[in-house]
C-alpha cells in the first residue's frame, strides 16, 4: 500500500516552463513532507520540505503549496532550467519522527 | 567530511548466497536507515536504528538483518539471497529526528 501518492510518472517541459509535481496522503499523523531531487546514479538530496500547518513555502524556483484539507502538496519549479532535468521523490514523515514514506517519483526532463 | 559511503558500489550474488552491504556516515548522526529503491516505486524503508544497539523494522524488512555497534557504522545483511532482492540499496543518516536525511551514493545490487 503506498502512503503517499505521486503523479504524474514523467513529465517534460521547455526550458522557462512551470512543472508541476503532485502528491496526497491520506494518514493525517505525517508532521513534515520533503521532497527529494536524484540525478542518475547518484542518492536522493533535500530539495525543501515544508510542515502541515504551512500553505506555501519557497526556496529559490523551487516552491510547496500545501493543502492540509485535501490532504495534496505540490512542487513547482519555476523558470525551469535544462540542470533541473532528474527525478523528484515527495516524502511524508511519521509523526513519532523515525520513518518516511516516498512517492514513486517523478522523472522531469527539461528541454533546453 | 565525506558524508554518508557505502560499499561496494556494484554487486552480483547468486541465489541463496549472503552478503553484507557496508554504510558509514562521519557527520556524528544519531538515526540511520536503509532503503531500497526499485523501478517505479520510490524508496522503501527495510531498517533504521536511532542509536548504536538501537534497531528497528521498517516497511520491508523481511529477508534483511541490520545491527548498530557505532555511531558511525550500519551494515545491512543479506541472508539466502533472492531475485526479489535485486535492487539499489541506499543507505540514509539524520542529526537526531530532523527532517533532512543524507543519502549515500547507492549499492546496485543484482541477484541472479
Known amino acids: 500500500q503506498q502512503q503517499v501518492k505521486q503523479s504524474p510518472q514523467s513529465l517534460i517541459v521547455q526550458k522557462g516552463g512551470i512543472p508541476i509535481i503532485n502528491c496526497a496522503y491520506e494518514n493525517t499523523a505525517f508532521d513534515y513532507f520533503p521532497w527529494y531531487q536524484q540525478f542518475p546514479g547518484k542518492g536522493p538530496a533535500l530539495l525543501i520540505a515544508?510542515?502541515?500547518?504551512?500553505s506555501e513555502k519557497k526556496e529559490g524556483r523551487f516552491t510547496i503549496s500545501f493543502n492540509k484539507s485535501a490532504k495534496q502538496f505540490s512542487l513547482h519549479i519555476m523558470d525551469s532550467q535544462p540542470g533541473d532535468s532528474a527525478t523528484y521523490f515527495c516524502?511524508?514523515?511519521?509523526?513519532?519522527?523515525?520513518?518516511?514514506?516516498f512517492g514513486t517519483g517523478t522523472s522531469l526532463t527539461v528541454i533546453p | 567530511n565525506a558524508g554518508v559511503t557505502q560499499t561496494p558500489k556494484f554487486r552480483i550474488l547468486k541465489i541463496g548466497q549472503s552478503m553484507t552491504l557496508q554504510c558509514t556516515q562521519d557527520m556524528n548522526h544519531n538515526y540511520m536507515y536503509w532503503y531500497r529503491q526499485d523501478p517505479g516505486m520510490g524508496l522503501k524503508l527495510i531498517y533504521y536504528?536511532?542509536?548504536?544497539?538501537?534497531?528497528d523494522k521498517g516497511e520491508v524488512p523481511n529477508g534483511y538483518n541490520v545491527s548498530r555497534s557505532t555511531t558511525e557504522d550500519f551494515p545491512l545483511r543479506l541472508e539466502l539471497a533472492a531475485p526479489s532482492q535485486t535492487s539499489v540499496y541506499f543507505c540514509?543518516?539524520?542529526?537526531?529526528?530532523?527532517?533532512?536525511?543524507?543519502f549515500g551514493p547507492g549499492t546496485r545490487l543484482t541477484v541472479t
Open positions: 515544508i510542515r502541515p500547518d504551512v
Open positions: 540514509a543518516s539524520s542529526y537526531g529526528n530532523s527532517y533532512e536525511q543524507y
Open positions: 516524502a511524508a514523515r511519521s509523526g513519532t519522527g523515525n520513518q518516511f514514506y
Open positions: 536504528s536511532v542509536g548504536a544497539g538501537i534497531t
